[in-house]
Structures are given as structure tokens and as C-alpha cells.
């Protein structure tokens, strides 16, 4: 996490700190100060939005309080009517742009200390690439890009950053270590490892364009720590 820090400091703004999932689990740092710690360094790092993880379901009980200790977001397209404290899409302001942000987590394998009666088990599918391009759309109009925070693994990510209203997808959940910066033929998508492995830094390009701002290219990259 300090490797992260030092990395993120030396880019220049504007910028924005995310999460894909399961930001509980799998640091030794977690085990050690558990969910509200997490939170105190996730506001310190200065975290904006947080994607949700199948192992962060382990301990839905303490997402509202993790969330305003963080002072960021968690946003999953396919959990946000499960649990009021999770949104199914955020907005953040970063200078002069508008970033919208969608995500989605897969319930599918839940064990029996995540999975609940009123939660279905939902698999990362058509059905479930319909529902988080149908929100992405709805931010498109409001904002000037719209990035997806994935919790379904590399080949899903690369399937749904292929969609027009997507503008980038950062995943996680596969535990890989994947940049692939295609722009122009899409997909653009970065996926850093787990546990606090690699920082991954996804530069976007815009340009505006008959009064829209588009992106004209992108780069990513996955930054191991020291």
C-alpha cells in the first residue's frame, strides 16, 4: 500500500484512485486491522470510488460504516437493490470532467458466509453485460466517460469494454496481471494482480469534439511494487 501511494503521488493530476473488489480481503494489513482500518487507509490513500468483491460479501454487514470511514462510494450494478449502502453507479468530478463509474461482481460461486436467501447467484453473462451497459448508457448522457470497475475476470472485462459506452474497464477477481491498451479497436482494459501485488495506471487521452469530450487514446499499465 505504500508502494502504491509513492507510485500515485508521482502522477500528475487530473486523477482518480479506484478499486475493482475485495478491498477487504487479502492484504495482511486487513487481517490485521480488519474493515474499518481498511477504510482509514483507503481515505488516507484518498480512494474515490470502490468497486465490490465476492470475498467483501463475507462481511456486508460492515458496508455502510467501511464505505463512510472510506469516504468513497461502493458501486456494483448487479448488488445495488441487495444492499442500501451499495450504489449502482457513482459520479465523480475531477477537475472540469464528469467520470462516470459502473460495476459489477460475480455472485454465482458464493460460499455460505456471503450468499443470503434474498441475494441471487448471478453469473457473469449477457444478461449480466445487458444490465451494466443499460446503466452505463444512462451515465453516458451525463457525464463525459464512463469507466467499469469489473469483478468478473479478465475475459468478461474484454468482452463488455467492447460496448460503445464504455470507455475503459479496471477488473480484478481473476487475480491476473493484464494491460491491454487497444483503443481504436477497443477493448481497454487493466487488471493488477491481487493483494496489493501491482498498482495498475490507466491513462486516458480526451480531446473535445463538437462541444462532447471523447477519448482519443488510452495506455495502461501494471506497476509492481517494490
Given at each position: 500500500l505504500k508502494h502504491a501511494a509513492?507510485?500515485?503521488?508521482?502522477?500528475?493530476?487530473?486523477?482518480?484512485?479506484?478499486?475493482?473488489?475485495?478491498?477487504?480481503?487479502?492484504?495482511?494489513?486487513?487481517?490485521?486491522?480488519?474493515?474499518?482500518?481498511?477504510?482509514r487507509v483507503m481515505r488516507a490513500l484518498g480512494y474515490a470510488v470502490l468497486g465490490v468483491g465476492n470475498h467483501d460479501l463475507e462481511l456486508a454487514s460492515s458496508f455502510r460504516n467501511f464505505s463512510a470511514t472510506a469516504k468513497a462510494p461502493l458501486v456494483s450494478t448487479n448488488l445495488c437493490g441487495h444492499y442500501d449502502s451499495i450504489k449502482c453507479s457513482s459520479v465523480i468530478e475531477v477537475g472540469v470532467?464528469?467520470?462516470?463509474?459502473?460495476?459489477?461482481?460475480?455472485?454465482?460461486?458464493?460460499?455460505?458466509?456471503?450468499?443470503?436467501?434474498?441475494?441471487?447467484?448471478?453469473?457473469?453473462?449477457?444478461?449480466m453485460a445487458d444490465r451494466v451497459i443499460e446503466e452505463a448508457s444512462k451515465l453516458k448522457r451525463t457525464v463525459h466517460i464512463v469507466i467499469a470497475l469489473g469483478h468478473c475476470g479478465y475475459d468478461f472485462d474484454t468482452e463488455l469494454a467492447a460496448s460503445p459506452v464504455i470507455d475503459a474497464v479496471v477488473g480484478g477477481h481473476t487475480h491476473l496481471v493484464r494491460h491491454r491498451s487497444s483503443f481504436n479497436d477497443r477493448p481497454v482494459v487493466l487488471q493488477a494482480g491481487a493483494a496489493a501485488s501491482h498498482l495498475g495506471v490507466l491513462r486516458l487521452s480526451l480531446a473535445r469534439r463538437k462541444g462532447n469530450v471523447t477519448v482519443v487514446s488510452a495506455r495502461s499499465a501494471a506497476r509492481r511494487r517494490e
Open positions: 509513492q507510485i500515485y503521488n508521482t502522477i500528475a493530476e487530473p486523477k482518480l484512485l479506484v478499486d475493482s473488489g475485495d478491498s477487504y480481503i487479502g492484504t495482511g494489513y486487513f487481517r490485521r486491522a480488519g474493515p474499518a482500518g481498511m477504510g470532467l464528469k467520470v462516470g463509474f459502473v460495476a459489477y461482481c460475480d455472485t454465482s460461486a458464493l460460499g455460505p458466509a456471503e450468499w443470503r436467501p434474498s441475494l441471487p447467484k448471478t453469473s457473469c453473462d449477457a444478461k
